[in-house]
Protein backbone atom coordinates (compact mmCIF):
# COMPACT_ATOMS: atom_id res chain seq x y z
CA UNK A 1 0.00 0.00 0.00
CA UNK A 2 1.58 3.35 -1.09
CA UNK A 3 1.78 6.10 1.42
CA UNK A 4 -1.13 8.26 -0.49
CA UNK A 5 -3.27 5.02 -0.46
CA UNK A 6 -2.70 4.26 3.72
CA UNK A 7 -3.19 8.38 4.27
CA UNK A 8 -6.60 8.26 2.61
CA UNK A 9 -7.27 4.99 4.17
CA UNK A 10 -6.48 6.23 7.58
CA UNK A 11 -8.53 9.64 6.76
CA UNK A 12 -11.45 7.37 6.30
CA UNK A 13 -11.80 5.96 9.29
CA UNK A 14 -11.64 9.23 11.31
CA UNK A 15 -14.13 10.86 8.75
CA UNK A 16 -16.64 8.12 9.32
CA UNK A 17 -19.85 8.12 10.71
CA UNK A 18 -19.94 6.67 14.54
CA UNK A 19 -22.18 3.99 14.20
CA UNK A 20 -23.53 4.11 17.93
CA UNK A 21 -23.02 1.88 20.88
CA UNK A 22 -24.41 -1.84 20.65
CA UNK A 23 -25.54 -4.53 23.22
CA UNK A 24 -27.62 -7.68 23.54
CA UNK A 25 -28.62 -10.08 25.93
CA UNK A 26 -31.27 -10.69 28.95
CA UNK A 27 -32.22 -7.71 30.09
CA UNK A 28 -33.05 -6.61 33.96
CA UNK A 29 -36.14 -4.22 34.51
CA UNK A 30 -35.33 -1.08 36.50
CA UNK A 31 -38.69 0.84 35.65
CA UNK A 32 -41.34 0.90 32.83
CA UNK A 33 -38.79 2.79 30.75
CA UNK A 34 -34.82 1.60 31.96
CA UNK A 35 -33.35 -1.40 31.18
CA UNK A 36 -30.18 -2.61 32.64
CA UNK A 37 -27.91 -5.14 30.38
CA UNK A 38 -24.31 -6.46 31.64
CA UNK A 39 -24.41 -3.47 34.43
CA UNK A 40 -24.92 -1.19 31.59
CA UNK A 41 -28.02 0.94 32.40
CA UNK A 42 -30.15 1.97 29.60
CA UNK A 43 -32.79 5.03 29.18
CA UNK A 44 -35.35 3.61 26.06
CA UNK A 45 -35.46 6.30 23.49
CA UNK A 46 -38.58 8.63 22.68
CA UNK A 47 -40.86 7.68 25.24
CA UNK A 48 -41.60 8.26 29.14
CA UNK A 49 -43.28 6.08 31.26
CA UNK A 50 -44.91 6.26 35.10
CA UNK A 51 -42.33 6.24 37.82
CA UNK A 52 -42.17 3.06 40.14
CA UNK A 53 -43.57 4.59 43.12
CA UNK A 54 -46.29 6.52 40.77
CA UNK A 55 -49.90 5.53 40.88
CA UNK A 56 -52.94 6.56 38.60
CA UNK A 57 -56.31 7.26 38.72
CA UNK A 58 -59.07 5.33 37.03
CA UNK A 59 -62.34 6.32 35.53
CA UNK A 60 -64.45 5.71 38.73
CA UNK A 61 -60.94 7.72 40.14
CA UNK A 62 -59.85 5.02 42.18
CA UNK A 63 -56.44 5.16 42.42
CA UNK A 64 -53.85 2.32 41.31
CA UNK A 65 -50.09 1.84 41.13
CA UNK A 66 -49.87 1.99 37.47
CA UNK A 67 -45.81 2.18 37.47
CA UNK A 68 -45.27 -0.57 38.99
CA UNK A 69 -47.71 -2.47 37.02
CA UNK A 70 -46.08 -1.46 34.03
CA UNK A 71 -43.11 -2.55 35.06
CA UNK A 72 -44.33 -5.99 35.94
CA UNK A 73 -45.79 -6.23 32.44
CA UNK A 74 -42.55 -5.06 30.49
CA UNK A 75 -40.49 -7.67 32.46
CA UNK A 76 -42.94 -10.31 31.80
CA UNK A 77 -42.70 -9.08 28.07
CA UNK A 78 -38.71 -9.27 28.54
CA UNK A 79 -38.26 -12.87 30.59
CA UNK A 80 -36.36 -15.49 28.88
CA UNK A 81 -35.78 -12.95 26.02
CA UNK A 82 -32.56 -11.55 24.63
CA UNK A 83 -32.74 -7.71 24.32
CA UNK A 84 -30.90 -5.69 21.48
CA UNK A 85 -30.13 -2.43 21.99
CA UNK A 86 -28.83 0.42 19.87
CA UNK A 87 -27.78 4.05 20.52
CA UNK A 88 -25.68 6.83 20.07
CA UNK A 89 -25.41 9.06 23.10
CA UNK A 90 -25.49 9.41 26.94
CA UNK A 91 -27.63 11.34 29.37
CA UNK A 92 -26.81 13.20 32.76
CA UNK A 93 -26.27 9.81 34.37
CA UNK A 94 -24.81 7.84 32.04
CA UNK A 95 -27.13 5.73 30.77
CA UNK A 96 -27.04 4.69 27.13
CA UNK A 97 -30.38 6.32 25.27
CA UNK A 98 -30.98 3.54 22.98
CA UNK A 99 -33.81 1.86 21.02
CA UNK A 100 -34.38 -1.75 21.93
CA UNK A 101 -36.14 -4.89 20.69
CA UNK A 102 -36.72 -8.18 21.71
CA UNK A 103 -38.07 -10.97 18.77
CA UNK A 104 -37.45 -8.13 16.16
CA UNK A 105 -40.27 -5.58 18.23
CA UNK A 106 -39.35 -2.35 18.76
CA UNK A 107 -39.62 -2.52 23.16
CA UNK A 108 -40.69 1.14 22.79
CA UNK A 109 -43.32 0.96 20.25
CA UNK A 110 -44.89 -1.80 22.10
CA UNK A 111 -45.09 0.20 25.36
CA UNK A 112 -46.49 3.17 23.63
CA UNK A 113 -49.24 1.52 21.74
CA UNK A 114 -50.58 -0.41 24.58
CA UNK A 115 -50.84 2.40 26.31
CA UNK A 116 -48.23 1.57 28.87
CA UNK A 117 -45.98 5.03 28.14
CA UNK A 118 -46.07 8.51 27.00
CA UNK A 119 -44.46 9.61 23.45
CA UNK A 120 -41.60 11.71 24.93
CA UNK A 121 -42.35 14.85 23.01
CA UNK A 122 -40.01 16.82 24.35
CA UNK A 123 -37.19 14.34 22.63
CA UNK A 124 -38.67 12.60 19.95
CA UNK A 125 -42.14 12.36 17.96
CA UNK A 126 -41.12 8.92 16.76
CA UNK A 127 -44.23 7.43 19.19
CA UNK A 128 -46.52 10.11 18.62
CA UNK A 129 -48.36 8.15 16.66
CA UNK A 130 -48.56 5.31 18.51
CA UNK A 131 -49.54 7.41 21.42
CA UNK A 132 -52.90 8.38 19.83
CA UNK A 133 -53.90 5.32 18.59
CA UNK A 134 -53.68 3.59 22.51
CA UNK A 135 -55.23 7.08 23.35
CA UNK A 136 -58.49 6.37 21.07
CA UNK A 137 -58.83 3.31 22.05
CA UNK A 138 -58.01 3.79 25.56
CA UNK A 139 -55.58 1.56 26.51
CA UNK A 140 -53.51 1.09 29.33
CA UNK A 141 -52.76 4.96 31.00
CA UNK A 142 -55.65 5.94 29.09
CA UNK A 143 -58.50 4.29 30.31
CA UNK A 144 -58.17 6.76 33.43
CA UNK A 145 -56.10 9.34 34.28
CA UNK A 146 -52.43 9.68 34.62
CA UNK A 147 -49.76 12.69 35.09
CA UNK A 148 -47.27 13.18 33.02
CA UNK A 149 -43.76 11.46 34.62
CA UNK A 150 -41.63 14.54 33.86
CA UNK A 151 -44.03 16.56 35.78
CA UNK A 152 -44.08 13.73 38.50
CA UNK A 153 -40.60 14.13 38.82
CA UNK A 154 -40.20 17.93 39.04
CA UNK A 155 -43.07 17.58 42.01
CA UNK A 156 -40.95 14.76 43.79
CA UNK A 157 -37.79 16.93 43.59
CA UNK A 158 -39.45 19.84 44.95
CA UNK A 159 -42.06 18.35 47.67
CA UNK A 160 -45.22 19.96 45.89
CA UNK A 161 -48.69 19.47 47.21
CA UNK A 162 -50.91 17.05 45.72
CA UNK A 163 -51.53 17.06 41.93
CA UNK A 164 -55.32 16.17 42.85
CA UNK A 165 -57.40 18.60 44.99
CA UNK A 166 -59.29 16.57 46.10
CA UNK A 167 -56.89 14.07 47.48
CA UNK A 168 -55.25 15.69 50.68
CA UNK A 169 -54.34 13.24 53.10
CA UNK A 170 -51.20 13.28 53.72
CA UNK A 171 -48.87 9.97 54.05
CA UNK A 172 -46.03 10.53 56.16
CA UNK A 173 -43.27 8.18 56.59
CA UNK A 174 -41.87 9.01 60.14
CA UNK A 175 -39.40 6.99 62.85
CA UNK A 176 -43.28 5.57 63.98
CA UNK A 177 -43.87 4.06 60.73
CA UNK A 178 -46.07 4.97 57.78
CA UNK A 179 -48.75 7.41 59.59
CA UNK A 180 -51.31 9.38 57.45
CA UNK A 181 -52.65 12.73 58.31
CA UNK A 182 -56.19 14.45 57.70
CA UNK A 183 -57.11 17.88 56.95
CA UNK A 184 -57.84 19.99 60.09
CA UNK A 185 -55.82 17.69 62.55
CA UNK A 186 -52.69 18.34 64.78
CA UNK A 187 -49.65 17.66 62.20
CA UNK A 188 -51.55 18.28 59.23
CA UNK A 189 -49.77 21.25 58.59
CA UNK A 190 -46.05 21.17 59.76
CA UNK A 191 -45.88 17.83 57.46
CA UNK A 192 -44.73 18.22 54.02
CA UNK A 193 -44.81 15.11 51.59
CA UNK A 194 -41.55 13.93 50.03
CA UNK A 195 -42.51 11.53 47.19
CA UNK A 196 -38.74 10.65 47.33
CA UNK A 197 -39.33 9.00 50.73
CA UNK A 198 -42.28 6.95 49.68
CA UNK A 199 -44.23 9.16 50.95
CA UNK A 200 -47.51 9.92 49.25
CA UNK A 201 -50.95 11.12 48.65
CA UNK A 202 -54.08 9.73 49.54
CA UNK A 203 -57.69 10.60 48.26
CA UNK A 204 -59.81 8.56 51.07
CA UNK A 205 -59.12 7.22 54.86
CA UNK A 206 -59.96 3.61 53.25
CA UNK A 207 -56.88 4.15 50.32
CA UNK A 208 -54.78 4.93 52.95
CA UNK A 209 -55.45 1.84 55.11
CA UNK A 210 -55.48 -0.19 51.95
CA UNK A 211 -52.15 0.81 51.13
CA UNK A 212 -50.59 -0.10 54.90
CA UNK A 213 -50.59 3.46 56.39
CA UNK A 214 -52.13 4.19 59.62
CA UNK A 215 -54.17 7.16 61.17
CA UNK A 216 -52.05 9.69 63.16
CA UNK A 217 -52.62 10.28 66.81
CA UNK A 218 -54.66 13.41 67.33
Known amino acids: ?37 SGQRVRLFGLDAPEMTQTCRTEQNVSWACGAWISARLKARLRNHRVTCEGHEKDRYGRLIARCSVDGADIGGWLVGNGFAFAYRRYSRAYVP ?11 LWSGTAQ ?62 RAGWRPARV
Open 130 to 140: AETRARARELG
Open 1 to 37: MTVVVRAIAVLAVFLAPASGDAMAGFARVVDGDILQI
Open 148 to 209: EPALYRHQRRRGSPSPDPGCRIKGNVSSRGKLFHLPGSRWYDRTRISLAKGERWFCSQQEAR
